[in-house]
Structure formats: structure tokens, C-alpha cells
């Protein structure tokens, strides 16, 4: 009898135990998973500082691009026309009036092309804007400024401008990303020939830009992880989630194409 | 029929009766915590918990009055049941609602209960422990514990657990009521088997209520820290 007892209150003790134990084991598995989750949300936190800090950096590289073009707009062609002017101004000879009429026409002409340049620099002045009108406009508009250099023949072939779509911050990163590879193109590939291709199809923006110039070796470039600021390229890239793929080779030229979910 | 066995008590019985017993400290313990981190608390819910608290151990001081007077405190503790199971409740419909709409789905079964409550008590009166309404109200109060867990962990956003009052009262109510199941369960043969001076019963209740409130005071002490945080 003593012993059944026994028997019962100890069934009755490890059950009430288990049942104790289930729940406290719940409650520690929670706090468990809790602890991945504030991981996991530290890292998300951490990531979305990273971009952001990567956003600005993107906005400043590209006002700094802008000022670049003005400051060389403003030396190379406004500060020129207008130069040309005051030459012209200062040679007028008021008794000689038929040829004073035609300086005073030529400086009219000269200082009507330096407000058509100063307009169209403070197009460009509104760096940040252009992005805001869309990535194509912002896009024709970084080419129209390559090409008035004179010294490449460019083909364009944009259909992004009326796509009705657009993604602000992915927007930023592809006019940057751009202006590095124009950079790029200026600086170290001697070429005579560009073509842009950008477009929209089922939710990817491809852009693509091929150059005739003396190409590289992708490999050694990646490799010294420096210069042409490839690997910042990469980086942006990866970070809106896209694909670039780099086909180059020395002596034939350079193609770089770019793949990113949008919008 | 309930009958007299003392006639009168004096103050100093009556007064000897407020003074805690081993059994009853963590109610009153509870309660010193709820009315020292709770009393200066706007919110609602936090107010009724410590107005709660202060019919828990109430209801301590009337069940040992009534057991001195009538040698049986049922009737007590058969009220009592009614204001567990609405603070209870009402504590969810708070919890829950943060989360996800059921307002109507707690109140229908808070209705239900109530029925069965009053069907009990109708059948075998108030002298007659309603033992079936608390099993079947703990066991619902489990389901809604583990659906607040279940909440929880889905929500996407980080919350400090340590320091979350809410997380520690359903911890601490999770405990009792998933306890409290088994104890309803074996209740006829824990109440008749003693393992030293206690039944079982008192063994395994104590625990339990050890756990509720320990719980419940941690909470106080997390509520009273995320009060002075938001400020």
C-alpha cells in the first residue's frame, strides 16, 4: 500500500515536472530565437547604414562630377566666348562704322551663344534633378555632354526615358555608375567609338556601354584591386542586387554590361 | 448549507489573518511589487493588474477568514474564478490585439465560459468547487499564451525580451495555466495523497503559483524600467 502511494506521488511529482519543464523550455527556446533575430536585425541594420552611407557617397561623387564638367564648361567654353568677346568689344573702332556694326553683331552673336552655354550649365547644375526626372533623361543628358566633346562618335540607343519608371536611389547609383565608366573611358581607353544601349524589360534595366579602345585585362585589374574604380563599381552594383559583366581584352576594347532589378 | 463553527472573531484574529503564511507570500509579494513599480502607471491594463492584484490577495484574506469561520472556503475562491477568468481574458484581448484582430472571437468564448460557469454553479451551487469551468478556462489561456508566442516570434520587428513585461506575464501565466491542466487532471488523487505535511495538490499549486507571480513581479519590475525609458 505505502509503496503504491509512493508509486503515485511520484508519477503525479514527474509529471508536474515535465509539465513545469515544457513551458520554461518554451520560454528559453524563445529568448533563443529572439537572440538570432536581434542578430539578424542588427545585420539588417548594419546593411542598411552601409547603403545609405553608400547612397551619399554615390550623391556626392556625383555633384563633385558636376562641378567638374562646370568648372571645365566655364573655363574651356563660356570663359572663352567671353574672352572673345571683350576682344571684339575692345577692337571696335566707332568711326569705322560699318566694321564696329559687324564686331558689335559678332559680340552679340558670342554673347548670345555664352547665355545658351551658361543655360545649359545650369542644367547641369541641377546634377541631383536629373535623377529626379528619371534615369533615361538623366542618362541622355550625361551623354549629351560627352559628345559635345567632340571626340568620340556615339551611338545611342535609350528607350529608358519614357519607361514611366523609376527608383530613386537605384536611379543615383546607375547615373554614378556611368559617369565612372564614361570616366573611365576618358581617362584610359583612348577610344573613338562608344555605344550605349539602356533599356527595360521584365523588371531588369540593362545597360550596356562598348568602347573601340585599347581594352585591359580584366583579370590583373581585379587583381591589384585598385584603379579605374572597378571594384567600387562592383560594389555598387552588388549592393542594389545587380549583375555586371566586364568583357575586355587588350588591343579590343572594352564592353561592360549592366543588369539590375528595377524598379 | 454552510454553517457557523466560530461565532465572532476579534480584531487581533482578524488581523492575524492578513498576515501572510508561507503558502500565501508570493500573492503578497506580488502584490507589494505591483503597487510599488504599477501605482504611478497610466496605462490601463497595468492599472487593472494592479487592481487585480489587490483582489488576489484579498480573496487570500476572506478564503482563511472564511475557512476559520465556516471550514470551507469554496465559496471564495468559486467568486474568485469569475474575476481570473475576465482579468485573464481581458489581459489577452490586449496582448492579442497588438497583433491580430479577435475581439469578437475572445468575447465569444469569454461568453461561453461565463455560461458554463453559471450552468455549473446553477447544477451544484457555489459549495461545489467549479472545477470544470478553471480547467477548461486554463486550458484556453494556454492556447492563448502559445498563440502570443506564436505572435511574437513572427513579428518581424526585435524586442528586447529581457525587458518586456508582457513576454515575462504570458511566461509566467503560460507556466501556471500548463500546470494547472495536469494538477485539474490528476486533482482527485492529488488532493487525498500527502507527501509529508501537503498533499500533492498544495505541492504542485504552490509551485506553480510561485512561478505565476515571480513572473508577474518581474514584469512590474519591466514595466516600471520601459515606463521611465519612454519618458
Redesign the interface.
Known sequence: MQSSTTEVISLILLASLVFLLMPIFLLLYIRSYNKHKKNHFLEKQNMQQKFESEMLQARVEVQDQTMQSIATELHDNVGQLLSLTTLTLNSVNLSDEIKAKKKIENSLELVNKSIKELRELAKLLHGEQLVENGIGHAIDQEISWLSKSGAYTIKVNNTLAGSGHSSPDKDLIILRLLQEIINNIIKHAQATEIQIDAHLKTGTLSLIVQENGVGFNPDEIKAKKSGMGLNSIYKRIEMINGKLILNSAPGEGTSISIEIPYP | MITKVVEELDLHQILKLCIPKFNSYPYYLSLAFSLYFLYRDKSRFWRITNLYMVIVVLTQIIARYSAKMYHTNIVTYNVFIIFEISYITYAFYILLNHYIRIKNWLIGIYVGTMIIYATYTYLYGLNVYNAFTISLASVIFVVYSLMY?YL??KDE??????NHPT?WWV?GT??FY??S???NF?DD??QH?Y?GKYS?RT??YI??IF?LYAFWAYSFVCRARQRKLSH
Open positions: 508566442f511574437l516570434l520587428n526585435y524586442i528586447d525580451l529581457s513576454f511566461g503560460l507556466i500548463f500546470g491542466t495536469l494538477a490528476f488523487i492529488a495523497v507527501f500533492v505541492i504542485i509551485t506553480l512561478f
